[in-house]
């Protein structure tokens, strides 16, 4: 199984797609009415991701912990990279190993739907529901697609995606794809191209002059962003944490040459993204923070981070990912507001790639 790889940017780009449930309550009177509806509510955080079976095995498990508990969903060497709440129903995509290939599945409250046969190598990165539709994305061999309640949706021979959503009938899926340009009349290059199908339809967010990715996608009301990454130029090997609303760039403040956006997430005239930097010298991992273009860090020390989604609930702010404090373990969790909360054990490696919180 392809454990802890590396899909082009870093720590193991497995950009999945998240579906918020959120049961929002209102009403008009005293504050002691007030009060008491905020005492009622109850938010729940849900972190999709893998720990280790044990201290000294390879073998990776498949699990989400809900408030903190842990819930295994396989029995089998598996990785969970994407979780979705809806009413009372948990989904989680991923991918668990097969006699020959990883196969690409998802989980329903825990039973386990198979998206491929296994014949060749494939993963489920992404899941979001509406109504009773479950959207997947993922790969099949070389082919970027999605499955609509099972049934194979292929985008292009030859991609990779990261992220699924849907709005109505509209079906929104991020990704890149490499493209060969002709930039001058004697020279070509070969880079990646972050883009979005929208219906299937491909939508190009940059020409293939530079290295570019695109990570996650978000839509709020006619408005599309985009997160992921540029080069700065032609043959520079640097990377530029960036968005995109409606096809237009916006370049975020790093700290290393090496930098990408993971997530995003549009509230109002608010816009978060979380990302990471790479320290190419130490081959070291720090996850960061944006919010309106002003970058937080959320580590410190020696510690080892990424940041893989940001979710806002009210005027809270989750972000999930992974944390090793002064060279120990990797535990999965999230910071709340800048605050760490590990979900994990403190003896097993884990990784946290999915965060959904509902407040009902």
């Not at 997947?136 to 949706?153: E, I």
């Not at 599309?224 to 990454?229: C, I, S």
């Amino acid at each position: 199984m392809a454990q802890q790889r590396i899909r082009v940017l870093a720590c193991s780009l497995a950009i999945l797609g998240v579906y918020v449930s959120t049961l929002m309550t209102s009403g008009c009177g005293s504050n002691s009415s007030s009060q008491q509806l905020k005492k009622n509510t109850v938010t729940d955080v849900y972190v999709a991701g893998w720990e280790n079976s044990s201290l000294n095995s390879i073998a990776l498990v498949a699990k989400y912990w809900k408030n903190g508990n842990p819930v295994v969903l396989s029995q089998q060497p598996s990785e969970a990279y994407a979780i979705a709440v809806s009413g009372n129903d948990v989904y989680v995509a991923g991918q668990v190993a097969g006699s020959t290939h990883d196969i690409a599945v998802y989980w329903k409250n825990g039973v386990e739907a198979d998206l491929t046969d296994g014949s060749s190598e494939a993963e489920a990165d992404s899941i979001f529901v509406q109504g009773t539709d479950v959207y997947v994305a993922g790969r099949d061999g070389d082919a970027a697609m999605y499955w609509k309640n099972g049934a194979p949706v292929v985008l292009d021979a030859n991609a990779l995606v990261s992220n699924v959503i849907v709005s109505g009938a509209d079906v929104y899926v991020a990704g890149w794809k490499y493209r060969t340009t002709q930039i001058d009349p004697t020279h070509i290059v070969d880079y990646p191209v972050a883009l979005y199908w929208k219906n299937g339809d491909e939508v190009d967010l940059t020409d293939g002059r530079v290295t570019a990715y695109a990570n996650s996608i978000f839509l709020l009301g006619s408005d599309v962003y985009v997160a992921g990454a540029t080069s700065s130029a032609t043959y520079a090997t640097d990377l530029i944490p960036t968005y995109w609303k409606n096809g237009s760039a916006v370049q975020l403040p790093g700290n290393d040459s090496f930098n990408w956006a993971a997530w995003i997430w549009a509230n109002g005239t608010d816009v978060y993204v979380a990302g990471n930097d790479l320290n190419l010298n130490n081959r070291t991992y720090a996850a960061t923070t944006w919010k309106d273009g002003t970058r937080s860090d959320l580590w410190n020390g020696n510690d080892t981070s990424n940041a893989s989604q940001v979710t806002v609930d009210g005027t809270d702010v989750y972000i999930s990912g992974d944390l090793s404090a002064n060279g120990g373990i990797q535990r999965a969790g999230y910071w709340k507001n800048g605050q760490r909360v590990d979900v994990s054990s403190s003896t097993e490696m884990a990784s946290a790639k999915s965060i959904v919180v509902v407040t009902h």
